[in-house]
């Protein structure tokens, strides 16, 4: 049997760019919920003299956040279990750069701490809509990690589908905006949609679900600040650069045979994959924003905050 959720004592395991919004909005509603916050970071980083290092755990400790010493890569199950213990929640929030196993190990580990509930790292697409043996094999690792948490009864546990962060769109590597050619690149099909979320915005609404009543358990809970198809971006982007934008269409076979020409280059894993069109997009009707009322940042609103017309 599961224990009772109630999230009074909770671990956040990392800080990076999604990490740190969801300490400063869990840290907000941790005084109203009478909570405590702490966060695992690598005794590196705590330690470091790095200025910008500096500058994270300054902010981290101006929120009243404790700073926990752990290396999930280089730890063993048992000392992340061990480590764990000590808290009644658990979110993930290191993303990828942990490895590809990690995520499982992470995750073992929660269940045999006895913690009530795990947010694992899931912030992304819908992986179970996308399915296996897909162009992105870090997929299916995501997958092997919900099969395990559906397969035990010990722990709750929580997934946050929140679609793409909304600025990886627009990053010039990924290749979907080309801004100096201004065009864009739809990925598979110009009716192809994607599913955007800030990370200031998934911070703000993970911290309401690790709060809300009655305790959300063994669900997976949606979440989305715009959801576009390609074929509108070049509108949006006129609408707010003053200047045309011509629509090319990358398709699947195109995007197929450059990633066989590459197969390890992350970049073409992640185009191949969205190109396929399944769990990378969801309608906000259905999310937990709209739920609640929540109004998150959309495409037209995280463009005029970071581009000047």
């Not at 981290?60 to 279990?81: M, Q």
């Amino acid at each position: 049997m599961s224990p009772p959720i109630v999230s009074r004592s909770i671990l956040v395991l990392g800080a990076g760019e999604l990490g740190m919004p969801v300490i400063r909005n869990l840290a907000r509603l941790a005084v109203v919920h009478d909570a405590s916050i702490s966060v695992m970071l690598r005794p590196a980083s705590i330690e470091s003299t790095l200025p910008d290092k500096r500058t994270v755990i300054d902010q981290i400790r101006s929120l009243g956040v404790a700073l926990v010493p752990g290396d999930l890569v280089t730890a063993t199950v048992d000392e992340l279990a061990d480590l764990f213990s000590g808290y009644d929640t658990v979110i993930g929030c290191t993303g990828y750069t942990a490895g590809r196993d990690t995520p499982m190990k992470v995750a073992r580990a929660a269940v045999k701490s006895g913690i009530p509930r795990y947010f694992p790292w899931q912030f992304g697409v819908d992986f179970d809509a996308i399915g296996r043996g897909g162009p992105q094999d870090l997929f299916d690792a995501q997958l092997d990690v919900r099969d395990y948490l559906r397969s035990q009864a010990e722990m709750h546990w929580v997934v946050i589908s929140t679609g793409m962060f909304t600025s990886y769109l627009f990053e010039p590597e990924f290749g979907v905006i080309d801004f100096p050619g201004r065009k864009v690149n739809a990925l598979g099909t110009a009716s192809n949609a994607v599913t955007l979320t800030t990370p200031e915005d998934i911070g703000a609404m993970t911290a309401q679900i690790v709060f809300h009543s009655p305790p959300l358990r063994n669900e997976i809970v949606y979440l989305a600040g715009d959801t576009v198809r390609y074929e509108q971006l070049p509108a949006i982007l006129e609408e707010q650069f003053g200047v045309p934008f011509k629509l090319i269409v990358w398709s699947v076979p195109q995007l197929m045979e450059e990633l066989a020409g590459d197969p390890s280059n992350m970049i073409r894993k992640y185009r191949a994959a969205f190109a396929q069109g399944r769990g990378v997009s969801w309608s906000l009707d259905g999310t937990f924003n709209a739920s609640i009322g929540a109004k998150l940042e959309g495409v037209d609103d995280w463009l005029k905050a970071h581009f000047k017309a």
